[in-house]
Nanobody, 124 residues
Framework: QVQLVESGGGLVQAGDSLRLACAAS????????MAWFRQAPGKEREFVAA????????VYADSVKGRFTISRDNAKNTVYLQMNSLKPEDTAVYYC?????????????????WGQGTQVTVSS
């Protein structure tokens, strides 16, 4: 069992930066692939970024590539999402997810555990 708790959301202006963190419980964190998804009001949840167990593989949605960076610290059981050059269209609830190795990083159903989400609001 893995429990995930996100933090770091808030209200910022366009062009600002935020860093989200997701703290995980459990001794098997380092074996899980981790990802960030987001859901804007009235829209479906969408993939943002993912990272494999070692941090050696990262993948991003085209909409955030070059602006967002996912990273992890297995010693701290934490995964991060550094978000730069934020845009109003980045406004959403951001969710952290954990899944066992293997499978398509982009698909929400391959992830077994989810956090409660943290709100990110970007004003223009």
């Amino acid at each position: 069992q893995v429990q995930l708790v996100e933090s770091g959301g808030g209200l910022v202006q366009a062009g600002d930066s935020l860093r989200l963190a997701c703290a995980a419980s459990g001794r098997t964190f380092s074996t899980y692939a981790m990802a960030w998804f987001r859901q804007a009001p009235g829209k479906e949840r969408e993939f943002v970024a993912a990272i494999n167990w070692s941090g050696g593989i990262t993948v991003y949605a085209d909409s955030v590539k070059g602006r967002f960076t996912i990273s992890r610290d297995n010693a701290k059981n934490t995964v991060y999402l550094q978000m730069n050059s934020l845009k109003p269209e980045d406004t959403a609830v951001y969710y952290c997810a954990a899944g066992r190795p293997g499978g398509n990083y982009y698909l929400s159903h391959r992830y077994d555990y989810w956090g409660q989400g943290t709100q990110v609001t970007v004003s223009s």
